[in-house]
């Protein structure tokens, strides 16, 4: 793991590994998945960076089945966590959706909120009441949960992003995996983005995110009225969605 130099709102510690280490140094056919070990996700992994932006967001959707079928977090889900923000800086995240203008960058970025969603305080918490130790040290959704500082820091450069797509997925993003303890003096800095999020978002799943961190971290916001219901199997680990929006 290295070190880079810091940049506003990004925590001190170490950065993400390189993808290519992440990639040569995972002993993927010892991890589960959804659907037995990980030995095909080197090469899925891989398509990501493809020039072809539908074999890339293909990739990404087929990576939320091996890794958050369900909405649930599997062994391999944090190295392939780590690889996805390895990857944001990468030129193929860059490549422009057809007939949207949008980089990939940003499904790249709404898979890692929906994947810290999967593992997030709201989550868990709910978990817990129906089996306790579920968060254990040790735990595979523990240890997940301790890698939210590092992928933060990899997700905070975006937050001011030129491309408007980008900046919101990454602030829901940094939104959800802020609930670490560890950013906490981060979250008014983030306040800014999730008022971003509020006032100029289409999707409701990400004002949702905002407007429960903005309480959560004790900001006065006006009640928003309800919020629509997304069934929870909606999200892009399960329905096969291929532009990988919201809602988690």
Not at 38 to 57: H, S
Request: charged content about 20%; cysteine-free; overall charge negative.
């Amino acid at each position: 793991m290295h070190h880079s130099r810091a940049h506003p709102g990004a925590p001190h510690g170490p950065d993400v590994p390189p993808y290519q280490v992440v990639l040569a140094e995972t002993d993927w056919d010892s991890l589960q998945t959804a659907f037995g070990t990980g030995g095909d996700l080197p090469g899925v992994l891989a398509r990501l960076l493809e020039p072809d932006p539908g074999v890339q967001v293909s990739a990404l959707s087929e990576l939320g089945e091996l890794v958050g079928h369900q909405s649930t977090v599997y062994e391999a889900t944090a190295p392939v966590a780590l690889y996805v923000a390895g990857i944001l800086t990468h030129p193929a995240a860059m490549t422009l959706r057809p007939y949207r203008d949008v980089p990939v960058r940003a499904a790249l970025l709404n898979w890692l909120a929906s994947t810290a969603y999967d593992a997030s305080d709201e989550v868990v918490g709910r978990t817990e009441r129906y089996f306790p130790g579920f968060l254990t040290p040790g735990t595979t959704v523990a240890a997940f949960r301790d890698l939210r500082p590092m992928l933060y820091r990899a997700v905070a450069p975006f937050l001011r992003d030129s491309h408007e797509d980008v900046r919101e997925a990454a602030a829901v993003a940094a939104l959800i995996l802020a609930e670490h303890p560890a950013l906490a003096e981060h979250r008014d800095h983030l306040a800014v983005h999730a008022r971003a999020v509020l006032d100029t978002s289409g999707h409701a799943p990400n004002r949702r995110v905002a407007h429960q961190a903005l309480e959560a971290w004790g900001h006065h916001v006006p009640d928003p009225g309800p919020f629509p219901e997304e069934p929870w199997d909606r999200g892009p680990h399960s329905d096969g969605r291929g532009d990988l929006e919201p809602p988690f």
